[in-house]
């Protein structure tokens, strides 16, 4: 089994959106977390958008980071240069990716505006989780 852990400051948004599309799109072998620095509460927009396609993350809750499974995982991937900078170390073998994604919650404007941004940077991680099933993890 592979395990990914998507990191964000406030597990609010970008990493439960990441959650949502590595539980629907990535191999049934890989075991799929999110959380994050701090714990912000699941972002009703997030949700909105991921229904739009398909994926309801309406019983994800916002986590902190549990050490114990960083410290097991394969992967672990962070969503803002927050949780980047703040993640505890890790060891050797754990390999880390970062995806420097603006964080859609802090788009202002018309609720129409906001959900737009949601969908951009929603869309991006889903290309990006389409690439993770492609590349074994597993070799250190």
Known sequence: MKKVYFLCTGNACRSQMAEGFARQLLPADWVVASAGVEVHGLNPQAVTVMAEVGIDISRQTSK???????N?????????G??????PV????????????????AASGSIATQLAVFRQVRDEIKQRVLTLGARDYTEK
């Open 64 to 70: 902190l980071i549990d050490r114990d499974y960083l």
């Open 72 to 80: 097991a995982c394969d992967l672990v991937i962070t969503l803002c």
């Open 82 to 87: 927050d949780a980047r900078d703040r993640c």
């Open 90 to 105: 890790t060891p050797a073998t754990v390999q880390k990716l970062h995806w420097p994604l603006p964080d859609p919650a």
